[in-house]
């Protein structure tokens, strides 16, 4: 038989539980957000604690570093470099060193190399061909001047880093000579006159190679430091964000717990007693913070008053639930405080008296840091 169309059509019954898709739905949302914001909080937990250790671990007064580190937050005017600017620095560090390699390759060249007496030492001792059966026991690096001028000439990354590497091959060509050769033989005697007239050449190019170590030294701490500071900075960012982040996330909380509350069925005069009996076992603390949610939604009441009465027919069933939740809560963090005596909020409170004296002196007479307190439900 066809339905009469003149009459209402019934309406599909909701389920159960499709009003509670929305709650399911912000929960899930909220976890994801929550997730996210905890790795974010380990990782800048990682990076102050290794640089706490970092900075824990230089040696006091020791490091350029720290002592600049401290003299740039206490002035706190200049910003860290950017890295365009750090590379450029870098490069122009080592335009500067390789300028100095070049003034040390022609002190070699004009006054070392060229000496009458530079041909022993111009290429690889010849071990076989003179013999020399014991030179690999008595010298542990050899070297000569061809071997320094490839290494001076290679691109492969292979070659010198700085002046003081190719001094150290330089005194170490004729230190090998004077330790193989004893002090009367010809190339013994010629490699000492040719170190000293190194070392004198050295001296005067020193000054110059000591101005740009330090230079180096502190460009190489600046450029520390800016990695650092701007690593700070990127943390500090990243915690403010997460904190405005938590501060969203605790609201929306708050929001959803208001909504969960206000779908919630009406308190029975059963549960309202046994909530007053809940509240009258509360320890002073505990009992004015159940007091202060009552002043949320209530601005007439009065939470620190000597003598406060609480109808709680009187207050909504958002109030009422979130008093419920509480109690519940915090009698059970009581009884963990109070070594496992029992507290049971669901009490019957028909044989009990609404009248509760709260926190009375000690015997010494001395008054309770908190404000005595009569509450009444009523």
Known sequence: MDADPAQ?????????DDYLEPFRVSVHQILTRVNKLEKQVTEVEQFYESTDNVQ???????????EKGKEKHLVGTKKPLPLQDASHTEAAAAKRMQELMRQFSTILRQQITQHKWAWPFMDPVDVEGLGLHDYYEVIDKPMDFSTIKSKMEAKDGTGYNNVREIYADVRLIFKNAMKYNNEKHDVHVMAKTLLEKFEEKWLQL???????EKRQ???????QLDIQLAQETTYANMAKDISTELYEVDMRLKSLKEMVIQNCRKLSTQEKKILGTGLGKLSSENLYRALEIVAETNPIFQPAADEVDLDLDAQSDYTLWRLK??????????????????????DNPDDKKNKKKRDSGDSSGKTNPKRKKLLSTL
């Open 217 to 223: 030294l502190e460009e190489e701490a600046q450029a």
């Open 206 to 212: 020193l000054p110059k190679v000591a101005e740009e």
């Open 8 to 16: 209402p059509q019934p309406q599909p019954q909701p389920q159960p």
């Open 325 to 346: 939740a509480f109690v519940k809560d915090a009698l059970e963090e009581q009884e963990k405080v109070d070594g496992g005596a029992a507290v049971n909020p669901n």
């Open 56 to 66: 824990g671990n230089n040696s006091k007064g020791g490091s350029l570093v720290k």
